[in-house]
């Protein structure tokens, strides 16, 4: 893809996502989601861009299978455009935080946001490691279940059959999709050294330790509010009813 294409793409993108945040606001939102309306539009449009992706990703090394042998020269018009498509929902993201969340609630998404731009961006204008980024792009299968935990709990569905499958999906592919995924980059990045410019390995090195780090915390919390949590009640009620 030439440079006006990306910029036509990640362009398309951005307004593609304002356009569903639009379409959103137009929809019923839920008696429990009224007290912060503005976050229910942002995950439920975060949850459209995981669902795009998530399957877009999958299709691209299944339509392209030799680009999982060459993560950095081969790629498809396909899955190019699927980055700067991810590019385009970023910036606009990034954007819809920015103008309303306080920073100091939002610091930690906006700085991975600007991480991902970043080494997004120098994949799609230099047509190399795009394989690499469609590998990154597979966490967003995790972020369909992650978004929807979100949308259950902001709807006041925090219990019950459908909560906790979701919650157990999400778990699973958390580590299948997540944790495993960029523990297996960081190996490749590692094994590559000699293939990778120093500029693209450093900022990938940044970006792998960051997103670990935020990535175990996070799983850390799942953890504890949607079992740990749970399995403490429910160990206090048998001890109630001993009692």
């Given at each position: 893809m030439?440079?006006?294409?990306?910029?036509?793409?990640?362009?398309s993108s951005f307004g593609f996502f304002r356009l569903v945040n639009a379409g959103v606001r137009e929809l019923p939102t839920p008696e429990s989601a009224h007290r912060n309306v503005w976050k229910w539009r942002n995950i439920s449009t975060s949850f459209v861009h995981s669902f795009i992706t998530a399957?877009?990703?999958?299709?691209?090394?299944?339509?392209?299978?030799?680009?999982?042998?060459?993560?950095?020269?081969t790629?498809?018009?396909?899955?190019?455009a699927l980055v700067s498509f991810?590019?385009?929902?970023?910036?606009?993201?990034?954007?819809?935080m920015?103008?309303?969340?306080?920073?100091?609630?939002s610091w930690e998404l906006l700085f991975h946001h600007v991480v991902v731009i970043t080494c997004f961006g120098l994949s799609v204008?230099?047509?190399?490691?795009?394989?690499f980024s469609v590998v990154a792009l597979l966490v967003e299968i995790n972020s369909v279940f992650l978004h929807l935990r979100q949308m259950l709990r902001m709807a006041g569905i925090a219990a019950g059959t459908l909560y906790r499958v979701n919650s157990m999906i999400n778990l699973g592919t958390y580590v299948v999709f997540r944790i495993n995924t960029l523990a297996w980059?960081?190996?490749?990045?590692?094994?590559?050294?000699?293939?990778?410019?120093?500029?693209?390995?450093?900022?990938?090195s940044v970006g792998m330790a960051i997103m670990t780090a935020m990535n175990i915390v996070l799983f850390y919390r799942l953890l504890r509010?949607?079992?740990?949590?749970?399995?403490?009640?429910?160990?206090?009620?048998?001890?109630?009813k001993d009692m």
């Open positions: 030439e440079l006006t294409s990306v910029i036509a793409t990640t362009g399957i877009w990703a999958v299709l691209c090394f299944f339509l392209h299978p030799e680009m999982a042998e060459d993560l950095i020269e790629h498809s018009v396909f899955s190019h991810s590019i385009g929902y970023f910036i606009y993201d990034f954007f819809d920015v103008l309303n969340q306080k920073l100091s609630q204008l230099s047509c190399r490691y795009v394989g980059m960081t190996r490749w990045l590692v094994l590559n050294r000699e293939n990778v410019p120093l500029l693209a390995y450093t900022l990938g509010s949607d079992f740990l949590k749970s399995s403490t009640r429910e160990t206090k009620k048998d001890k109630d």
